[in-house]
């Protein structure tokens, strides 16, 4: 398993943006399928966003096509997501998790397609 570390979040008015930060490290593979997952209060865990590590080619759910943007720093190991125009129902905790090997990354969405979690980071978005 590799080790993720979320950060970038915090409390945001409504319209406002944030960039997420996820650091892998520990790897053991050359390529990896990343995802963003929020969990609303009282929710179940979504996946929001995908991206094959190698190939760099990201995949969204539809809630949130446009309005988010996930991408990568190879050189650094770090996967990001942008947040472009937040909204309230956008607040949760966002967590990064990795599946070893980048095949079938555009088909991985439930929580147990992925073996390595981060810890979160707290998104409060207010009105």
């Known amino acids: 398993q590799v080790q993720l570390v979320e950060s970038g979040g915090g409390s945001v008015q409504a319209g406002g943006s944030l960039r997420l930060s996820c650091v892998r490290s520990?790897?053991?593979?050359?390529?990896?399928?990343m995802a963003w997952f929020r969990q609303a209060p009282g929710k179940e865990r979504e996946r929001v966003a995908n991206l094959r590590t190698d190939a760099g080619a990201t995949y969204y759910s539809d809630s949130v096509k446009g309005a988010f943007t996930i991408s990568q720093d190879n050189a650094k190991n770090t996967l990001y997501l942008q947040i472009h125009t937040l909204k309230p129902e956008d607040t949760g905790m966002y967590y990064c998790?990795?599946?070893?090997?980048?095949?079938?990354?555009?088909?991985?969405?439930?929580?147990?397609?992925?073996?390595?979690w981060g810890r979160g980071t707290q998104v409060i978005v207010s009105s």
């Open positions: 998790a990795a599946a070893e090997d980048g095949a079938y990354c555009n088909t991985r969405q439930r929580v147990t397609d992925f073996r390595s």
């Open positions: 520990g790897d053991t593979y050359s390529s990896y399928c």
